[in-house]
């Protein structure tokens, strides 16, 4: 589905990933874990077209997206919600919701159902549900960034790279947005996760990599990192 081979990127001289090489098959979550200023968000965005990547391959379903800008790679079914709060803060929930579908009504997907796709977003985010005509600048934050992930879905897309989704959440919304993921994924949404919460991520995951300085440093099941000493005494707060 989603594979990426030496992908080098960073901003002006400064380079960031050296060579990041990441597989998302179709169906699977894999999350990236890593410190912070690792290239978690860079890798995201490199791969969105949010940030001009400066070598390497990027394929999606065996088409090439790599330098392709971020509109066109949403159009080819790539979503990414990216890390904080992106939303149009004048406009309802819902109306952010159906902006979400855009680019899949310019692009060569298929139209389908917005009014469905909308109902069903509505399904998965019950606290949106009950705000859809509320302004979204006056959504709590955390309300805000469901409404960011909400959006992703919107594009029904082939696949969504979400950014640390529960950033700055309160514990219970963290364990909704965590249910959420638990949800697209037992529909058979490809995601490639980016979390803090490493424990969490591996735990939701198939497969795991773990960034080192811009470079992937140890990879494997989501099983098999969750045992492993290294992974353990650096991201799961053991030692
Ligand atoms: P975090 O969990 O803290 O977000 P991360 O692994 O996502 O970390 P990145 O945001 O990808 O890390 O940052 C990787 C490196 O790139 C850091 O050293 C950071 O300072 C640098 N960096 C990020 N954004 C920019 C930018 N716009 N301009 C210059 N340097 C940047």
């Given at each position: 589905m989603l594979s990426i081979k030496n992908l080098e990127a960073g901003y002006g001289k400064v380079k960031v990933l050296h060579g990041v090489s990441i597989e998302v098959p179709k169906g699977r979550?894999?999350?990236?874990?890593?410190?912070?200023?690792?290239?978690?968000?860079?890798?995201?965005?490199?791969?969105?077209?949010?940030l001009a990547p400066s070598a390497g391959e990027i394929t999606l379903g065996g088409k090439n997206i790599f330098g392709l800008?971020?509109?066109?790679?949403?159009?080819?079914?790539?979503?990414?919600?990216?890390?904080?709060?992106?939303?149009?803060?004048?406009?309802?929930?819902a109306d952010n919701?159906?902006?979400?579908?855009f680019p899949r009504l310019t692009g060569s997907r298929a139209r389908g159902d917005v009014q469905n796709d909308l109902e069903r977003a509505m399904d998965l985010f019950p606290?949106?549900?009950?705000?859809?005509?509320?302004?979204?600048?006056?959504?709590?934050?955390?309300?805000?960034q469901m409404l960011a992930m909400a959006r992703a879905v919107m594009l029904n897309p082939d696949i969504?790279?979400?950014?640390?989704?529960?950033?700055?959440?309160?514990?219970?919304l963290v364990d909704e947005v965590f249910r959420i993921i638990r949800r697209l994924k037992e529909e058979g949404v490809t995601m490639l996760l980016v979390e803090q919460f490493a424990a969490a991520a591996l735990a939701v995951?198939?497969?795991?990599?773990?960034?080192?300085n811009g470079r992937i440093a140890v990879q494997g099941p989501a099983e098999q990192l969750k045992t492993d000493p290294a992974v353990v005494a650096a991201y799961l707060g053991g030692g």
């Open positions: 979550v894999v999350t990236l874990i890593g410190s912070n200023g690792a290239g978690k968000t860079t890798t995201m965005k490199a791969i969105s077209g949010m800008e971020s509109h066109r790679i949403a159009r080819q079914g790539l979503a990414h919600s990216p890390e904080g709060r992106r939303v149009f803060p004048t406009l309802s929930v919701l159906l902006l979400g579908a606290r949106l549900k009950e705000r859809r005509q509320q302004q979204a600048g006056t959504l709590s934050g955390g309300e805000q969504i790279l979400l950014d640390e989704p529960s950033m700055g959440l309160a514990p219970i995951a198939d497969y795991g990599y773990v960034l080192e």
